[in-house]
């Protein structure tokens, strides 16, 4: 099955002037303390003019929507990334109530070593680096003359095939790669959510909103409850339905607990201190 696969990459790399989407294994524990890490499939599409890195749900519901005539809308926790091609400079795409970017600059520093594996006929390369307040392992190789990787892992002398943190909190693995006859459009999906248009904001502002987030987690939904007029709506909350104010103090505090709990970011030295 590997062999398959990687000749397909060979035979994508192939041909100049293309779309060159592969597919990357992601698994990935926001929670550091959970036995199971969850796992989904990423995206990383190495166009001719930038590169994009996002969830693979979101060609899917690209793709049904483009089938059934819909605008459907999804978005998690999962990165979101667009950087020119050659570029240290990532767009960083985030959620926190509102759709922002935020731009930062992600040199990494590698370490070669003359440590190598086989896989498929590839043949790869070891390399380490300290990047986000973690050390991580990669394995590469110069067969494929791309100088990229998943989420913003990029600089080695070639295509990252896997990569991952000293802890095993994450882990991304190539599993699949295939050519596009044109760059992916992905306005829709990526640089929009739901028609809203992302809001440049600074690494700064985004840690104060999130500050503010944590302390007031239910701030809109105490407006929409308080104001509603309606005596047949429902008010839901993690799950649980709101019947009276009195629930709000409890539920803000559960909502606060989670937020705490799912604070294991990949670029663990940006983690908000609650």
Do not use: C
């Not at 819909?70 to 050659?86: E, F, L």
């Amino acid at each position: 099955m590997k062999r398959i696969l990687l000749i397909m990459l060979l035979m994508s790399l192939s041909l100049a002037g293309q779309t060159h989407r592969f597919i990357y294994e992601y698994h990935f524990k926001m929670d550091s303390t959970a036995t199971e890490p969850r796992k989904v499939n990423m995206v990383l599409d190495v166009n001719p003019e930038d590169v994009k890195f996002y969830n693979y749900e979101f060609v899917k519901t690209d793709s049904l929507n483009k089938i059934r005539g819909q605008n459907s809308a999804i978005w998690d926790d999962t990165p979101a990334i667009i950087r020119k091609k050659n570029s240290d400079i990532n767009s960083n795409y985030i959620i926190v109530q509102n759709l922002f970017i935020i731009d930062t600059e992600d040199k990494i520093k590698w370490n070669l070593s003359n440590e190598t594996k086989t896989l498929g006929g590839y043949t790869l390369q070891k390399a380490s680096t300290k990047f986000g307040g973690r050390n991580w392992t990669a394995w590469f190789t110069k067969d494929i003359h791309l100088s990229e990787g998943p989420y913003k892992f990029r600089g080695l002398p070639g295509l990252i095939f896997e990569i991952y943190d000293d802890k095993d909190n994450f882990r991304f693995s190539l599993v699949k790669s295939y050519k596009l006859a044109k760059t992916y459009e992905t306005r829709e999906i990526l640089e929009n959510f739901a028609g809203q248009k992302p809001v440049k904001i600074t690494e700064a502002k985004l840690r104060k909103m999130m500050l503010d987030n944590y302390n007031d987690p239910l701030h809109d939904f105490k407006e929409h409850y308080k104001n509603n007029t309606d005596p047949s709506a429902r008010f839901m909350v993690m799950g649980i339905e709101v019947k009276s104010p009195e629930q709000l103090k409890e539920l803000s505090e559960l909502m606060q607990k989670n937020i705490k709990k799912n604070n294991n970011p990949i670029e663990i030295d940006k983690a908000i201190q609650y």
